[in-house]
């Protein structure tokens, strides 16, 4: 599909320009099985059933989307009664899932622009808390968030239906917010943390308007809620794009709003080292996820507060602080002050308390140590975090290479290695935190240990 045929005959009147099967690149071989049995479904039982959204926007562009939303003119009462496999979810808006296996295909009624009363809609100082009206597709369009998210392809006639631009936008790699983009932000402030996401994953372009109101607006994302600040911040960058998402909200302003220690200390990064730190972390990270390997919120975590807790711990001994209780407090304090912004599950804080803990006992070698601290089950996730470390020393890349050398020697030889060689004395920061005894419980038969 060439950008002549996206661009022409866009309608500006809110009517649908429709784009038939032969001028555009979708097929049904690239829908999954499940989401076109809900087409299909909702097609032969009289409803108006289209795929909609990312999935629609990634197949033009030629890509391979994991989930398929459809929208319908059913209402979720009326979808449930269709599939014996669904269940209705949601309070904010009202939404079917229909289960097949593995594979979730959510269904969502076409959105009203205004409430005639028979619906629900709820805003709250501007912004939409409840929104469970009804209306027609073309109400529906415009209530999405951005052009290229509100293309749809109807299973009636295999074409695709744009009211909004939305097809002229893909072809110039434009992300734009439909409707006035200071109302869209006071409605959903998140929205704008989801534009710079989808333009880093896209490679898009922001638009200009739709740019304009972070410098204004971008506070708003204070008054979010912090569990959904911490879902959104895994979707950046634990998604295969984290670099290009840290890089546009640093680029538009918005990360001092979502991780303000970490902005702040990278704005005093005179040496560059945490800047590397970071951004070689999310080149890790992004790796992971493109070879389809695991990768844990905790590392990410560790590495954005990083610098702020290294900060924080050394105005603390600077204070007169011991060491061994300057590095608790102020690892405590970061991740206090975080998630007022970011709701890090505890289990994340555990982990990341435990990577920065298991830094300095790298600096010591005596055989004891060094095995015990090999069978701590954080040693992987600390020895990756110590890598990520070496700009900033010399001794710290030795140090680094010690261990990598380490890990390849047979047990028996390193001891005696060990043994041999006179103790390396061991770093006062940060110390590990000390555990609190634990109560002796009643001797039972043992229990295999869950792996992490």
């Keep these: ?76 009462e009326q979808v449930r009664a269709q599939f014996r496999n669904c269940r209705l979810i949601g309070r904010r808006f009202r939404l079917a899932h229909v289960v ?25 100082d501007g912004r939409l808390v409840r929104d469970n009206v009804y209306g027609s597709i073309e109400e529906d369009a415009v209530r999405r968030d951005f052009t290229v998210n509100a293309l749809y392809y109807d299973i009636a006639d295999f074409s695709v239906r744009d009211s909004v631009g939305g097809m002229d936008d893909l072809a110039r790699r434009t992300l734009r917010l439909i409707g006035d983009p200071e109302l869209r932000y006071r409605e959903d402030p998140v929205r704008m943390l989801r534009a710079a996401r989808l333009a880093a994953k896209l490679d898009f372009e922001i638009a200009p308007e739709t740019a304009a109101p972070f410098a204004t607006l971008g506070a708003l994302l204070a008054e979010a809620p912090p569990a959904r600040l911490f879902d959104e911040s895994l979707k950046l960058f634990l998604s295969g794009y984290g670099l290009a998402s840290f890089r546009t909200l640093e680029r538009y302003g918005l990360l001092q709003h979502v991780f303000p220690a970490t902005a702040h200390a990278l704005s005093g990064d005179g040496s560059g080292a945490f800047r590397l730190l970071l951004e070689q972390t999310l080149v890790n990270t992004d790796a992971r996820v493109r070879q389809d390997k695991p990768v844990t919120p905790a590392f990410l975590f560790a590495a954005m507060l990083w610098e702020p807790v290294r900060a924080t711990a050394q ?23 975080q998630a007022q912004r970011v709701a890090i599950p505890r289990r994340f804080t555990l982990a990341v308390e435990e990577i ?8 010591s070698r005596t055989k004891k140590r060094v095995f015990r601290l090999m069978e701590h089950p954080r040693f992987r996730a600390a020895y990756d975090f110590l890598l990520l470390r070496v ?47 634990r109560r002796r419980k009643a001797k039972s038969a043992p229990q295999a240990s869950g792996g992490e």
């Design 356 to 363: 920065w803990s298991l830094q300095p006992r790298f600096a």
């Design 391 to 437: 700009h900033e020393s010399a001794e710290l890349a030795e140090l680094a290479q010690w261990w990598t050398d380490a890990q390849q020697v047979d047990p028996g030889e390193l001891a005696a290695q060990l043994n041999a060689a006179p103790a390396v004395a061991e770093e006062t920061a940060p110390p590990k935190k000390r555990k609190r005894r």
């Design 315 to 337: 105005a603390l001994i600077d204070g007169g602080s011991d060491a061994s209780i300057a590095w608790p407090n102020a690892a405590a304090r970061v991740l206090r002050e």
């Design 100 to 124: 097949f296996g593995r594979e979730i295909v959510e269904v969502a009624t076409f959105r009203g622009s205004s409430d005639d009363g028979s619906g629900d809609r709820h805003l709250v």
């Design 1 to 76: 599909m060439n950008s002549e045929s996206l661009v022409r005959n866009t309608p500006v009147d809110g009517s649908f320009r429709i784009v038939p099967r032969a001028e555009h690149a979708i097929s049904r071989k690239s829908i999954s099985p499940g989401a076109l049995r809900v087409l299909y479904r909702l097609h032969e039982a009289g409803f108006r059933a289209c795929l909609v959204g990312g999935a629609v926007r990634d197949l033009l562009l030629g890509g391979h989307p994991k989930d398929f939303d459809v929208a319908t003119d059913a209402t979720p």
